[in-house]
């Protein structure tokens, strides 16, 4: 199969309706990458498609990458081995694994290969040696960082700028960087494009988009928020999980506090704060990672 010829239907978008919105004359776009295909959807698979492509084309058998225990990584690529038949190696951070993790059991039904380690091991993922030393021991793999943010996944990130309707603000969550910086590669100077980091001190990211967005460096039409975090990557509080019970409720978007779920928390506290000019057009991306959500209640963290 070639899997430049393998392309899925565009996911849809929803415009959101609520009184806020009303009240402040701001018109709500999300782009639904949650249902760009049912099982790997969202930024996932925008940034998995063309490394998927690159490991076709540079002959190799396998990919090696990286991933925790309930990642939507790690459930993205199992779900890839699974499609298109491939073989794939995943250093999990360890350094036991528990089988009856959902995303785990996801992983191990799709006949992905699960190497655990402890988390010193795992804090080497980025360090030049240590990936030598992979890709000596997986010589027929095809390498992927964690969470796919790489320059391959910049050609898929920037198909998705490129589906977007002419927005004023274009806003995603931000973990890796890997989505935003897609996002201001290929965005019109018109559009400010606004990340939202999950994570803790995430201004450290700022240099990763850069190096990976060219330009970045000399546009000024983008801007990561470090504040909006809600206690850290993982973590949210009851307030943000009651606003993500309301918004599927009230505007039938399902989100889960990880990362969707804290994008629109925050731009609902902008929204509240008059950040947005009247009149504004915003897009939002939602960017998938639904299937945390079984994690999440695998662990005692939301019933519902």
Excluded at 128 to 146: N, R, S
Excluded at 192 to 206: D, M, P
């Amino acid at each position: 199969m070639s899997f430049r010829q393998f392309n899925f239907p565009e996911s849809p978008l929803q415009v959101i309706k609520h009184p806020l919105l009303t009240q402040k004359n701001i018109t709500l776009t999300v782009k639904r990458d949650d249902l760009l295909h049912p099982h790997i959807a969202g930024n996932k698979w925008r940034k998995l498609k063309y490394n998927l492509i690159a490991m076709q084309q540079q002959k190799k058998a396998a990919f090696l990458t990286f991933s925790g225990p309930f990642s939507n990584h790690l459930y993205a690529v199992s779900m890839a081995c699974k499609l298109f038949n491939l073989q794939g190696h995943v250093i999990i951070r360890g350094p036991h694994l528990d089988e009856l993790n959902p995303t785990i059991r996801m992983a191990r039904a799709c006949g992905l290969n699960l190497h655990a380690v402890d988390r010193a091991t795992y804090r080497l993922r980025n360090q030049p040696d240590y990936l030598h030393e992979l890709l000596t021991q997986f010589p027929q793999c095809h390498l992927i960082p964690e969470g796919g943010s790489n320059q391959h996944a910049m050609l898929g990130l920037e198909e998705l700028a490129q589906s977007l309707p002419t927005s004023d603000y274009v806003m995603c969550a931000t973990g890796s960087g890997g989505t935003l910086a897609g996002l201001i590669n290929a965005s019109p100077v018109t559009t400010k494009v606004i990340g939202i980091a999950v994570l803790k001190q995430a201004e450290y990211l700022v240099n990763d988009i850069m190096q990976l967005a060219p330009k970045a460096t000399n546009t000024s039409n983008w801007q990561l928020m470090c504040d909006f975090h809600d206690g850290g990557y993982g973590k949210f509080s009851p307030a943000l999980w009651q606003f993500c019970q309301q918004m599927r409720k009230e505007c039938l978007l399902p989100l889960e506090p990880i990362y969707t779920g804290k994008l629109f928390y925050a731009l609902w506290q902008l929204l509240e704060q008059d950040f947005f000019k009247p009149g504004s057009h915003i897009t939002a991306i939602h960017t998938g990672g639904l299937q945390g959500l079984d994690g999440l209640r695998y662990r005692g963290l939301i019933t519902y």
